[in-house]
């Protein structure tokens, strides 16, 4: 099992740029949430999706927008990247249930937007 | 919305002492509580969580109390290590069957002085 994965690792972007910050995870859980982590901040929620088809907007979701492809794979674009935009974002699951509300994080993509 | 206010924002403790750090919360209708511990440049892994119908919970040298009259729970880490260096996040979760978001505090960086 390779839990949460996230690609790319790193990445610099230039003002107006767009990208597309990949997710996956591999078990078998319905939900799925993206947060970027910036000092002092702590982790915010940007977009979360509770099953395959659904999503819904988080604390900072202006300038992004999310797919939920499969139950696998949760992707994060930025349309037109904004210094703003600078930080580390983390990739979540959990299953949905009463039986643990344990979040699984991947490892991180650190993006510089210049 | 709920909101998680988390002190202090730095700890530093000496080797063998014990470390506490505090979280406030907002609704009263949260019902469980993580703790997260992210060591430097990794991603953040859940060490203990408490439900709301548990006062008090143990996992060797750490543990978690909770008090909902006050609205605030703790963690506690006893006969700390060089590797509980770490920054600890709080976080919380409003009742909402099918949506497992969690409200993070803002983090703090542990320092464990030899």
């Known amino acids: 099992n390779a839990g949460v994965t996230q690609t790319p690792k790193f990445q610099v972007l230039k003002t107006g740029q767009s990208m597309t910050l990949q997710c996956a995870q591999d078990?078998?859980?319905?939900?799925m949430y993206w947060y970027r982590q910036d000092p002092g901040m702590g982790l915010r929620l940007i977009y979360y999706s509770a099953s395959e088809g659904t999503t819904d907007k988080g604390e900072v979701p202006n300038g992004y927008n999310v797919s939920r492809l499969n139950k696998r794979e949760f992707s994060l674009r930025l349309e037109s990247a904004a210094p703003s935009q600078t930080s580390v974002y983390f990739c979540?699951?959990?299953?949905?249930?009463?039986?643990?509300?344990?979040?699984?994080f991947g490892p991180g993509t650190r993006l510089t937007v210049t | 919305g709920e909101n998680v206010e988390q002190h202090p924002s730095t700890l530093s403790v000496q080797e063998g002492d014990s470390a506490v750090i505090k979280c406030t919360y907002s609704?009263?209708?949260?019902?469980?509580f993580p703790w997260y511990k992210q060591e430097l440049g990794k991603r953040p892994q859940l060490i203990i969580d408490?439900?709301?119908?548990?006062g008090e919970k143990k996992d060797q040298r750490i543990a978690v109390t909770l008090n909902k009259t006050a609205k605030h729970f703790s963690l506690h880490i006893t006969e700390t290590q060089p590797e509980d260096s770490a920054v600890y996040f709080c976080?919380?979760?409003?009742?909402?069957?099918?949506?497992?978001?969690?409200?993070f505090g803002t983090g703090t960086r542990l320092t464990i002085i030899p």
């Open positions: 979540a699951s959990s299953l949905r249930g009463l039986s643990s509300y344990e979040q699984y």
């Open positions: 976080a919380s979760k409003t009742p909402n069957f099918g949506n497992e978001k969690l409200t």
């Open positions: 609704d009263s209708a949260s019902n469980y």
């Open positions: 408490i439900r709301s119908n548990v």
């Open positions: 078990m078998n859980h319905n939900s």
